[in-house]
Protein backbone atom coordinates (compact mmCIF):
# COMPACT_ATOMS: atom_id res chain seq x y z
CA UNK A 1 0.00 0.00 0.00
CA UNK A 2 1.12 3.61 -0.90
CA UNK A 3 1.97 5.49 1.88
CA UNK A 4 -1.37 7.59 2.65
CA UNK A 5 -0.21 10.53 4.84
CA UNK A 6 0.13 14.10 3.31
CA UNK A 7 2.34 15.89 5.58
CA UNK A 8 0.46 19.29 6.63
CA UNK A 9 3.72 21.99 5.95
CA UNK A 10 1.81 25.25 7.86
CA UNK A 11 4.41 27.59 7.80
CA UNK A 12 5.11 30.79 5.96
CA UNK A 13 8.67 30.51 5.64
CA UNK A 14 10.38 29.29 2.59
CA UNK A 15 13.85 28.01 3.90
CA UNK A 16 11.28 25.74 6.50
CA UNK A 17 9.30 24.62 4.17
CA UNK A 18 12.01 23.85 1.98
CA UNK A 19 14.23 22.15 4.71
CA UNK A 20 10.53 19.56 5.96
CA UNK A 21 9.98 18.80 2.40
CA UNK A 22 13.80 17.55 1.91
CA UNK A 23 13.80 16.12 5.32
CA UNK A 24 10.25 14.03 5.32
CA UNK A 25 10.65 13.04 1.78
CA UNK A 26 11.11 9.41 2.48
CA UNK A 27 8.85 8.80 5.04
CA UNK A 28 5.45 10.61 4.31
CA UNK A 29 2.81 9.89 0.95
CA UNK A 30 2.97 13.95 0.03
CA UNK A 31 3.34 16.93 0.96
CA UNK A 32 0.03 19.47 1.64
CA UNK A 33 0.35 22.97 1.29
CA UNK A 34 -2.25 25.34 2.10
CA UNK A 35 -3.12 29.18 2.21
CA UNK A 36 -0.75 30.40 4.78
CA UNK A 37 2.70 29.40 2.66
CA UNK A 38 0.82 30.06 -1.03
CA UNK A 39 -0.24 33.14 0.12
CA UNK A 40 3.19 33.90 1.23
CA UNK A 41 5.48 32.25 -1.09
CA UNK A 42 2.86 31.77 -3.96
CA UNK A 43 3.29 29.30 -6.87
CA UNK A 44 7.32 30.04 -6.84
CA UNK A 45 7.49 28.94 -3.04
CA UNK A 46 5.54 25.80 -3.92
CA UNK A 47 7.62 24.87 -6.88
CA UNK A 48 10.82 25.47 -4.90
CA UNK A 49 9.66 23.11 -1.70
CA UNK A 50 8.39 20.61 -4.71
CA UNK A 51 11.82 20.15 -5.51
CA UNK A 52 12.96 19.32 -1.96
CA UNK A 53 11.09 16.52 -2.54
CA UNK A 54 11.35 15.04 -6.23
CA UNK A 55 8.32 12.91 -7.22
CA UNK A 56 5.89 13.32 -4.30
CA UNK A 57 2.35 14.48 -5.17
CA UNK A 58 1.14 17.52 -3.75
CA UNK A 59 -1.93 18.40 -2.23
CA UNK A 60 -2.58 22.32 -2.60
CA UNK A 61 -5.59 23.02 -0.21
CA UNK A 62 -6.47 26.41 -1.45
CA UNK A 63 -10.08 26.38 -0.20
CA UNK A 64 -11.71 27.80 -4.00
CA UNK A 65 -14.90 29.58 -3.39
CA UNK A 66 -15.94 32.17 -5.89
CA UNK A 67 -18.40 32.59 -8.93
CA UNK A 68 -17.96 29.40 -11.92
CA UNK A 69 -15.92 31.24 -13.93
CA UNK A 70 -13.31 32.83 -11.30
CA UNK A 71 -12.86 29.37 -9.91
CA UNK A 72 -12.60 27.61 -13.66
CA UNK A 73 -9.83 30.29 -13.74
CA UNK A 74 -8.52 29.29 -10.50
CA UNK A 75 -8.17 25.51 -10.90
CA UNK A 76 -6.22 26.40 -14.40
CA UNK A 77 -3.38 28.12 -12.49
CA UNK A 78 -3.12 26.18 -10.43
CA UNK A 79 -2.84 23.08 -12.63
CA UNK A 80 0.02 25.03 -13.65
CA UNK A 81 1.82 23.52 -10.43
CA UNK A 82 0.46 19.69 -10.87
CA UNK A 83 -0.85 19.16 -8.16
CA UNK A 84 -2.56 15.63 -6.96
CA UNK A 85 -5.23 17.16 -4.92
CA UNK A 86 -6.91 20.94 -5.31
CA UNK A 87 -10.02 21.78 -2.60
CA UNK A 88 -12.92 23.50 -3.99
CA UNK A 89 -15.39 25.16 -1.21
CA UNK A 90 -19.13 22.34 -1.87
CA UNK A 91 -21.16 25.40 -0.79
CA UNK A 92 -19.96 27.57 -4.14
CA UNK A 93 -23.15 25.63 -5.67
CA UNK A 94 -23.42 22.74 -8.43
CA UNK A 95 -22.59 25.38 -11.32
CA UNK A 96 -18.94 26.48 -9.76
CA UNK A 97 -18.71 22.16 -8.79
CA UNK A 98 -19.06 21.47 -12.73
CA UNK A 99 -17.06 24.18 -13.41
CA UNK A 100 -14.05 23.49 -11.83
CA UNK A 101 -14.57 19.57 -12.61
CA UNK A 102 -14.30 20.69 -16.49
CA UNK A 103 -11.86 22.65 -16.12
CA UNK A 104 -9.51 19.93 -14.47
CA UNK A 105 -10.53 17.40 -17.15
CA UNK A 106 -8.80 19.57 -19.52
CA UNK A 107 -5.40 18.58 -18.53
CA UNK A 108 -6.15 14.74 -18.74
CA UNK A 109 -4.53 11.90 -16.80
CA UNK A 110 -2.13 14.65 -15.01
CA UNK A 111 -5.40 16.55 -14.30
CA UNK A 112 -5.49 17.93 -10.01
CA UNK A 113 -7.72 15.70 -8.63
CA UNK A 114 -10.92 17.91 -6.53
CA UNK A 115 -11.60 17.69 -3.65
CA UNK A 116 -14.79 19.11 -1.88
CA UNK A 117 -14.83 21.27 1.55
CA UNK A 118 -18.16 20.15 3.13
CA UNK A 119 -19.02 22.00 6.37
CA UNK A 120 -15.78 23.17 8.08
CA UNK A 121 -15.26 21.93 11.42
CA UNK A 122 -14.90 25.04 12.90
CA UNK A 123 -18.57 25.83 12.82
CA UNK A 124 -21.82 23.96 14.79
CA UNK A 125 -25.41 23.85 13.34
CA UNK A 126 -26.18 27.44 14.77
CA UNK A 127 -23.19 29.27 12.64
CA UNK A 128 -24.62 27.44 9.99
CA UNK A 129 -28.42 28.62 10.48
CA UNK A 130 -27.13 32.23 10.84
CA UNK A 131 -25.45 32.03 7.50
CA UNK A 132 -29.07 30.98 5.88
CA UNK A 133 -29.00 27.08 5.73
CA UNK A 134 -31.74 24.92 6.67
CA UNK A 135 -30.95 23.24 10.55
CA UNK A 136 -30.29 19.92 9.87
CA UNK A 137 -27.96 17.35 11.85
CA UNK A 138 -24.42 17.90 10.93
CA UNK A 139 -23.80 14.53 9.76
CA UNK A 140 -27.42 15.31 6.64
CA UNK A 141 -25.65 18.34 6.23
CA UNK A 142 -22.15 16.73 5.66
CA UNK A 143 -23.45 13.97 3.54
CA UNK A 144 -25.89 16.36 1.39
CA UNK A 145 -22.67 18.14 0.45
CA UNK A 146 -20.43 15.13 -0.54
CA UNK A 147 -22.74 14.47 -2.61
CA UNK A 148 -23.43 17.23 -4.30
CA UNK A 149 -19.82 17.27 -4.89
CA UNK A 150 -19.65 14.31 -6.17
CA UNK A 151 -22.55 14.31 -8.44
CA UNK A 152 -20.97 17.30 -10.07
CA UNK A 153 -17.60 15.79 -10.90
CA UNK A 154 -15.49 15.99 -7.89
CA UNK A 155 -12.93 13.01 -6.77
CA UNK A 156 -13.79 13.38 -2.78
CA UNK A 157 -14.20 15.02 -0.12
CA UNK A 158 -11.88 16.58 2.82
CA UNK A 159 -13.72 14.82 6.08
CA UNK A 160 -13.42 14.54 10.04
CA UNK A 161 -12.56 11.39 11.50
CA UNK A 162 -16.23 11.29 13.07
CA UNK A 163 -17.45 11.60 9.31
CA UNK A 164 -15.57 8.64 7.77
CA UNK A 165 -17.35 5.56 8.16
CA UNK A 166 -20.68 7.34 7.33
CA UNK A 167 -19.22 8.77 4.17
CA UNK A 168 -17.39 5.86 3.16
CA UNK A 169 -20.55 3.53 3.09
CA UNK A 170 -22.73 6.40 1.24
CA UNK A 171 -20.39 7.66 -1.20
CA UNK A 172 -18.98 3.94 -2.29
CA UNK A 173 -15.74 2.70 -2.48
CA UNK A 174 -14.28 4.95 -5.51
CA UNK A 175 -14.47 8.69 -3.58
CA UNK A 176 -11.49 9.82 -2.35
CA UNK A 177 -12.02 10.83 1.61
CA UNK A 178 -8.87 12.62 3.06
CA UNK A 179 -8.75 12.97 6.99
CA UNK A 180 -6.87 15.61 8.73
CA UNK A 181 -7.44 15.73 12.43
CA UNK A 182 -5.57 12.06 13.46
CA UNK A 183 -3.56 11.18 16.85
CA UNK A 184 -1.09 8.63 17.00
CA UNK A 185 -1.66 7.54 20.28
CA UNK A 186 1.88 8.26 21.30
CA UNK A 187 1.33 12.15 19.83
CA UNK A 188 -0.69 14.72 22.06
CA UNK A 189 -3.85 16.01 20.75
CA UNK A 190 -3.13 19.84 20.36
CA UNK A 191 -6.17 21.77 19.73
CA UNK A 192 -7.69 18.62 17.74
CA UNK A 193 -11.08 17.87 19.67
CA UNK A 194 -12.71 14.73 17.46
CA UNK A 195 -9.27 12.65 17.16
CA UNK A 196 -8.60 8.95 15.96
CA UNK A 197 -5.46 7.12 15.40
CA UNK A 198 -4.04 7.13 11.61
CA UNK A 199 -4.75 3.42 11.62
CA UNK A 200 -8.73 3.98 13.07
CA UNK A 201 -9.18 6.24 10.19
CA UNK A 202 -7.69 3.93 7.44
CA UNK A 203 -9.80 0.90 9.14
CA UNK A 204 -12.81 3.48 8.46
CA UNK A 205 -12.50 4.22 5.07
CA UNK A 206 -9.52 7.07 4.65
CA UNK A 207 -7.82 6.94 1.51
CA UNK A 208 -5.90 9.57 2.61
CA UNK A 209 -4.66 11.27 6.26
CA UNK A 210 -3.32 14.62 6.75
CA UNK A 211 -1.16 14.93 9.44
CA UNK A 212 0.92 17.96 10.85
CA UNK A 213 2.00 18.65 13.98
CA UNK A 214 2.26 14.88 15.03
CA UNK A 215 5.10 14.86 12.68
CA UNK A 216 6.45 18.11 12.21
CA UNK A 217 6.97 18.49 16.34
CA UNK A 218 8.52 15.52 17.37
CA UNK A 219 11.76 14.85 18.41
CA UNK A 220 13.12 12.87 15.35
CA UNK A 221 9.84 14.05 12.36
CA UNK A 222 11.36 11.54 9.59
CA UNK A 223 11.13 8.80 12.42
CA UNK A 224 7.38 9.71 13.74
CA UNK A 225 6.47 9.96 9.79
CA UNK A 226 7.77 6.44 9.46
CA UNK A 227 5.91 5.04 12.93
CA UNK A 228 2.68 6.56 11.29
CA UNK A 229 3.16 4.71 7.81
CA UNK A 230 4.15 1.13 9.73
CA UNK A 231 1.15 1.45 12.35
CA UNK A 232 -1.18 2.32 9.00
CA UNK A 233 0.55 -0.69 7.86
CA UNK A 234 0.12 -3.06 10.07
CA UNK A 235 3.54 -3.62 11.33
CA UNK A 236 4.61 -3.63 14.72
CA UNK A 237 5.74 -0.28 15.15
CA UNK A 238 9.21 0.68 15.59
CA UNK A 239 10.49 1.40 19.31
O1 LIG B 1 -1.16 19.71 13.00
P1 LIG B 1 -2.38 18.96 12.55
O2 LIG B 1 -2.13 17.49 12.34
O3 LIG B 1 -3.57 19.22 13.40
O4 LIG B 1 -2.68 19.58 11.11
C1 LIG B 1 -3.78 19.18 10.38
C2 LIG B 1 -3.88 19.93 9.09
O5 LIG B 1 -5.17 19.71 8.57
C3 LIG B 1 -3.73 21.44 9.19
O6 LIG B 1 -3.15 21.90 7.97
C4 LIG B 1 -5.13 21.92 9.33
O7 LIG B 1 -5.32 23.21 8.80
C5 LIG B 1 -5.89 20.91 8.50
N1 LIG B 1 -7.29 20.74 8.92
C6 LIG B 1 -7.67 20.32 10.18
N2 LIG B 1 -8.97 20.13 10.51
C7 LIG B 1 -9.89 20.37 9.61
C8 LIG B 1 -9.56 20.76 8.32
C9 LIG B 1 -8.23 20.93 8.00
O8 LIG B 1 -6.84 20.11 11.05
N3 LIG B 1 -11.13 20.18 9.96
Same mark, same amino acid.
Given at each position: ??? $???? +????? @????? &???? &???????????????????????? %??????????? =?????????????????????????? $???????????????? /?? +??????????? =??????????????????? #????????? @???? +?? /???????????? %??? =???????????? =?????????????????????? #???? +????????????????????? @????????????????????
Amino acid at each position: MAN $PVFV +AIDTT @DLAEA &KARA &KQLAGAVGGIKLGLEFFIAQGPEG %IRAVLQESPGL =PLFLDLKLHDIPNTVAGGVRSASALK $PRYLTIHTAGGAAMLR /AA +ADEAAKFGVAR =PKLLGVTVLTSLSSDDLVE #VGFAKRAMG @DQVE +AM /ARLAKANGLDGV %ICS =PHEVATLRRAMG =PDFVLMVPGVRPSWAGADDQKR #VMTP +AEAMRAGATHLVIGRPILKAA @DPAEAARRIAQEIAGAPAAA
